[in-house]
Every structure is written in C-alpha cells, then in structure tokens.
T-cell receptor, first 121, second 116 residues
Framework: AQKVTQAQTEISVVEKEDVTLDCVYE???????LFWYKQPPSGELVFLIR??????QNEISGRYSWNFQKSTSSFNFTITASQVVDSAVYFC??????????????????FGEGTQLTVNP | EADIYQTPRYLVIGTGKKITLECSQT?????MYWYQQDPGMELHLIHY???????EKGDLSSESTVSRIRTEHFPLTLESARPSHTSQYLC???????????????FGPGTRLTVL
C-alpha cells in the first residue's frame, strides 16, 4: 500500500523567509511518480511539479525548489524568499507507474495530509 | 491551461435531495477521478474511470455513484444527500498512454457541497 506523510500540519513564517515543506512516502513500487500541489483558499488544486522515481536530480523553478532523496523516501519542497501569496495548503502526492514506458502519471494519486503554510507580512 | 470544468461550484441543499455534480473535460483524456476533501483535510479518492463504460470505487467508501457514458463527462450522483456528505468534491482528468513532458495533472475547480 502507498502512503504519503506530511508531518508538518501548519507552518507560519514571515515574508522573505525560506521555508521547507517535508514529504515522506512509502511504496512497494520501484517505479512511481511524486507530485506537489498548491491549494489556495479558493479551493482549486494547482499542479506544481511531477518527478519520476528514476530521476533524483533536484529541480528549481524560480523561488521553488524540490529535493528528491530516494534513499530516505523524501521529496521536500522549499520556497525561497516566501511571499504572502504563497499562503496556501500544500499537498504532496504519490502515484504508481507499474509499466514505466506505457503508463503515464495519470494513475491514481495518494495524497498526504497537507501542510498549511501561512506567510505573514 | 486546464480545460476541466465542474458545476456547480457551490451548492447548498436540504437533506434527502438527489444531486448530480458535473465534471467535464475537453482534453479527451481517458482517465478521470473524483476526490472528496473535508475542509482542511487530505483528498480521498472515491471513484475513478479509465474510459467509457469503466467505473471503479476508490479508496474511500462513498454513497455516491458515477457514470462514464462519454469520454468528456464524469458526473457524480448522490441519490439522497445527507449532512455527512458536506464536503468539497474535486474532479481530475489525466491522459493514458505514454508519458510526455506536457502531461500535467489537471484538477477541476471543485464543488463545495453543503447539506443542511
């Protein structure tokens, strides 16, 4: 069975601080995908990133960066120089990919509990 | 930009009413999913479909039912709504087949249901 754990229920920072959101996952699959989503107060889910289990390179996109450590089953998300608009609930998710060449990331997603990030001015 | 729509966005109804939450996508994706999310909580998969005439129950037991008569539509129905059904319902569409760089994960905007 797959499981995603986001141990930080709530994080509060002051604007311009860096903040890291933790995500630890469990899966028996050797091939899988990891995701991060942002859910602002309006409720929609905004896709941020997808990584596959073959690629452990860290990724940076503007103020966002992701650290994938397969050895510790972690996929942490860092926001640099946080802004008030970053305030949201952030979800980490995991999906299986049993046949890597044929199956897309369109498989079932297992979500973590979410981390409520509040960035104060 | 995602082309997946959910209607209504907000719904307040009385107990015992029958309701249908609509989910439509114009991307032609085969796979569609319904998630239920209580306020401030994680998302739970309640139904999914891998194509027309294919529907399966998800990880969380739900009294709702779904149908997939057309690729673009995946409606969710509650025959008799109860206060315990109060939640946000999110629809998702994803492509089947080979992974591409543009294969993002599209969620609809959600329907916030309140049953009084």
């Amino acid at each position: 069975a797959q499981k995603v754990t986001q141990a930080q229920t709530e994080i509060s920072v002051v604007e311009k601080e860096d903040v890291t959101l933790d995500c630890v996952y469990e899966t028996r699959d050797t091939t899988y995908y990891l995701f991060w989503y942002k859910q602002p107060p309006s409720g929609e889910l905004v896709f941020l990133i997808r990584r596959n289990s073959f690629d452990e390179q860290n990724e940076i996109s503007g103020r966002y960066s992701w650290n994938f450590q397969k050895s510790t089953s972690s996929f942490n998300f860092t926001i640099t120089a946080s802004q008030v608009v970053d305030s949201a609930v952030y979800f980490c998710a995991l999906s299986e990919a049993r046949v890597p060449l044929l199956e897309t990331s369109g498989s079932r997603l297992t979500f973590g509990e979410g981390t409520q990030l509040t960035v104060n001015p | 930009e995602a082309d997946i729509y959910q209607t209504p966005r907000y719904l307040v109804i009385g107990t015992g009413k029958k309701i249908t939450l609509e989910c439509s996508q114009t991307m032609g994706h085969d796979k569609m999913y319904w998630y239920q999310q209580d306020p401030g909580m994680e998302l739970h998969l309640i139904h999914y479909s891998y194509g027309v005439n294919s529907t399966e129950k998800g990880d969380l037991s739900s009294e709702s039912t779904v149908s997939r008569i057309r690729t673009e539509h995946f409606p969710l129905t509650l025959e008799s709504a109860r206060p315990s059904h109060t939640s946000q319902y999110l629809c998702r569409a994803a492509a089947g087949g080979r992974l591409t760089h543009s294969d993002e994960q599209f969620f609809g905007p959600g329907t916030r249901l309140t049953v009084l």
